[in-house]
């Protein structure tokens, strides 16, 4: 039996899992990062988490055969570089190599969202489908995208930016720069934006209820007070459910995956958001689901799908 790691690597903790070859997460392991470490501080840390674990669960070194990094930022997974990660302040840090001279084991590293999407096509809610994109709605609009079976990184690992794609000309300047990104009015800061305007606009709404003030409103505050009857509530989220429609039915033209994996906070919403999203993308999309259904679901890892993604990522360079 061969064994992968797969590192999730985040702003404040790394976790990660050893996988088995029938796809069985064995063992997980947790370390602190931090954005005071050097470049070199945090690949050690890395390098002794991955090694703990295979003590931890008993595996020889020898019958591990490579470790996979998600990781936030501009990845050139080519050479296993992150180009820019402005959290950290990182850029042009060779972080495969230093976490391979450490380990002494291959190190392959891709974007974590990227790492993410392909953990739920492999083994969450897009397990079964060849094509495959997620979009993960939290502060911002992130995703990947799977076709074939394939993980698609574009040139040099730069593409798949769902969220910088513009569905609103002139629209909110986004943090990119651009102005009318996807991700400017379908994350979950688009949403709790919208509401506080709203509940401004309208004192008598029932999100006051759910939100007694400004400061305690959350991606949930609109939908809560639309399922109690609040108007202006259904206001909110219709309008929430056509911007994100809008950037579905984009995607779904240019990609037609099979199935749109939803994840991040708003996707708790569940069916309340999927069945109405789901009738605005059907009418929206070029070619008719009766010849190439599209399917909407939820992810399924929640929160490992990105230690998942990354072991997927770490088997799938190793036996390429």
């Given at each position: 039996?061969?064994?992968?790691i797969g590192i999730d690597l985040g702003g404040m903790s790394a976790k990660a899992g050893i996988m088995d070859?029938?796809?069985?997460?064995?063992?997980?392991?947790?370390?602190?990062?931090?954005?005071?470490?050097?470049?070199?501080?945090?690949?050690?840390?890395?390098?002794?988490?991955?090694?703990?674990?295979?003590?931890?669960?008993?595996?020889?070194?020898?019958?591990?055969?490579?470790?996979?990094?998600?990781?936030?930022?501009?990845?050139?997974?080519?050479?296993?570089?992150?180009?820019?990660?402005?959290?950290?302040?990182?850029?042009?840090?060779?972080?495969?190599?230093?976490?391979?001279?450490?380990?002494?084991?291959?190190?392959?590293?891709?974007?974590?969202?990227?790492?993410?999407?392909?953990?739920?096509?492999?083994?969450?809610?897009?397990?079964?489908?060849?094509?495959?994109?997620?979009?993960?709605?939290?502060?911002?609009?992130?995703?990947?995208?799977?076709?074939?079976?394939?993980?698609?990184?574009?040139?040099?690992?730069?593409?798949g930016e769902i969220g910088h794609t513009v569905i609103r000309r002139n629209g909110y300047l986004c943090t990119?720069?651009?102005?009318?990104?996807?991700?400017?009015?379908?994350?979950?800061?688009?949403?709790?934006?919208?509401?506080?305007?709203?509940?401004?606009?309208?004192?008598?709404?029932?999100?006051?209820?759910?939100?007694?003030?400004?400061?305690?409103?959350?991606?949930?505050?609109?939908?809560?007070?639309?399922?109690?009857?609040?108007?202006?509530?259904?206001?909110?989220?219709?309008?929430?459910?056509?911007?994100?429609?809008?950037?579905?039915?984009?995607?779904?033209?240019?990609?037609?995956?099979?199935?749109?994996?939803?994840?991040?906070?708003?996707?708790?919403?569940?069916?309340?958001?999927?069945?109405?999203?789901?009738?605005?993308?059907?009418?929206?999309?070029?070619?008719?689901?009766?010849?190439?259904?599209?399917?909407?679901?939820?992810?399924?890892?929640?929160?490992?799908?990105?230690?998942?993604?990354?072991?997927?990522?770490?088997?799938?360079?190793?036996?390429?």
């Amino acid at each position: 039996m061969k064994y992968v790691i797969g590192i999730d690597l985040g702003g404040m903790s790394a976790k990660a899992g050893i996988m088995d070859e029938e796809g069985k997460i064995c063992g997980v392991a947790r370390c602190e990062t931090s954005a005071a470490d050097l470049p070199e501080v945090t690949a050690q840390h890395l390098a002794e988490l991955a090694l703990k674990l295979m003590e931890e669960q008993g595996i020889a070194k020898e019958d591990v055969v490579a470790v996979g990094i998600g990781s936030p930022g501009v990845i050139n997974s080519e050479s296993g570089s992150v180009i820019v990660w402005s959290n950290f302040h990182w850029n042009n840090v060779p972080l495969g190599r230093l976490v391979s001279e450490r380990a002494k084991l291959p190190v392959f590293v891709t974007n974590d969202a990227n790492a993410a999407a392909l953990g739920e096509a492999r083994y969450g809610s897009g397990k079964g489908y060849s094509d495959s994109v997620m979009i993960t709605l939290g502060t911002g609009v992130g995703g990947g995208i799977v076709l074939g079976g394939k993980l698609l990184e574009g040139y040099r690992s730069a593409g798949g930016e769902i969220g910088h794609t513009v569905i609103r000309r002139n629209g909110y300047l986004c943090t990119c720069g651009r102005r009318g990104c996807f991700e400017c009015y379908a994350s979950a800061t688009a949403l709790k934006r919208e509401t506080r305007i709203a509940m401004e606009r309208h004192p008598e709404s029932l999100m006051w209820k759910f939100a007694p003030t400004l400061d305690d409103v959350s991606g949930r505050t609109a939908f809560d007070a639309a399922r109690a009857g609040d108007r202006y509530g259904a206001k909110i989220v219709k309008d929430y459910v056509e911007n994100l429609g809008e950037g579905i039915a984009n995607i779904v033209n240019l990609l037609r995956p099979e199935v749109i994996v939803l994840g991040g906070g708003v996707s708790n919403e569940g069916e309340y958001l999927i069945s109405r999203l789901k009738k605005f993308v059907v009418k929206n999309i070029y070619a008719s689901v009766a010849y190439a259904p599209l399917e909407i679901v939820r992810a399924s890892l929640g929160n490992d799908a990105g230690m998942y993604g990354a072991c997927a990522y770490a088997m799938e360079r190793y036996r390429a």
